[in-house]
């Protein structure tokens, strides 16, 4: 099993930026995805990006051209760069890992993420 744990969540303005992090612990070993899902209110799950750990990465089409995702596979940490930042993009945002093999991913506890005016 695998720990997350998120940080950098907050409240920002829209058009403001945000930087969450997250630090993995425990078994990561193989090949495997880090990324990023959030939230909303009375919403499903969604994807916002994940990264692999060679480097390939995947996104929302919603976040395309704002968010940037990135991994330091020494450090075991995550990170998603999110610019341009709208009040639809309110939400919990989630912290994901998934390990090839596995039938379930790791989660962490999430951190919330408001933008407003």
């Known amino acids: 099993q695998v720990q997350l744990v998120e940080s950098g969540g907050g409240l920002v303005q829209p058009g403001g930026s945000l930087r969450l992090s997250c630090a993995a612990s425990g078994s990561i070993t193989g090949n495997n995805v880090l990324g990023w899902y959030r939230q909303a209110p009375g919403k499903q799950r969604e994807l916002v990006a994940v990264v692999g750990n060679g480097g390939s990465t995947n996104y929302a089409d919603s976040v395309k051209g704002r968010f940037t995702i990135s991994r330091d596979n020494a450090k075991n940490t995550v990170y998603l760069q999110m610019n341009s930042l709208k009040p639809e993009d309110t939400a919990v945002y989630l912290c994901?890992?998934?390990?090839?093999?596995?039938?379930?991913?790791?989660w962490g506890q999430g951190t919330q993420v408001t933008v407003s005016s």
């Open positions: 994901y890992y998934w390990q090839f093999g596995r039938a379930i991913p790791d």
